[in-house]
């Protein structure tokens, strides 16, 4: 399983990005995706995810309101993107931002130690 997360950059404060991730090397079935962040000496947290087969979504309270998250998969599940667009950004939203994935049923886990799969991450720098 391959994870590429693209999009991050420098922003200013009030812009936007879209941050996107690639998954494949197997079929994707049951497999949730999800977007986390890292800032600079905070611990990993949980920002967005979006299940493998019905559509649905969810959204971390720091971000809910000025996001979207939405999944796209192809080739009968084989490959899979997810993208996460955050509006009105704000200098706290410097991070490094991960995308992940891991086999899940039922709800959209939001701890770290629930996803198996990580992409390298791709930083995202708001300035002031």
């Known amino acids: 399983v391959q994870l590429q997360a693209s999009g991050g950059g420098t922003v200013q404060t009030g812009g936007s990005v879209r941050l996107t991730c690639e998954a494949s090397g197997r079929p994707f079935s049951f497999y949730n995706m999800a977007w986390f962040r890292q800032r600079p000496g905070k611990e990993r947290e949980f920002l967005a995810g979006a299940k493998w087969n019905d559509g649905g979504t969810t959204l971390a309270d720091p971000i809910k309101g000025r996001s979207t998250v939405f999944r796209f998969n192809a080739d009968n599940n084989a490959n899979s993107t997810v993208y996460l667009r955050i509006n009105d950004l704000k200098p706290e939203d410097t991070a490094i931002y991960y995308c992940?994935?891991?086999?899940?049923?039922?709800?959209?886990?939001?701890?770290?130690?629930?996803?198996?799969?990580w992409g390298q991450g791709t930083q995202v720098t708001v300035s002031s």
């Open positions: 992940a994935a891991a086999v899940q049923v039922g709800a959209i886990y939001r701890n770290v130690e629930a996803y198996d799969y």
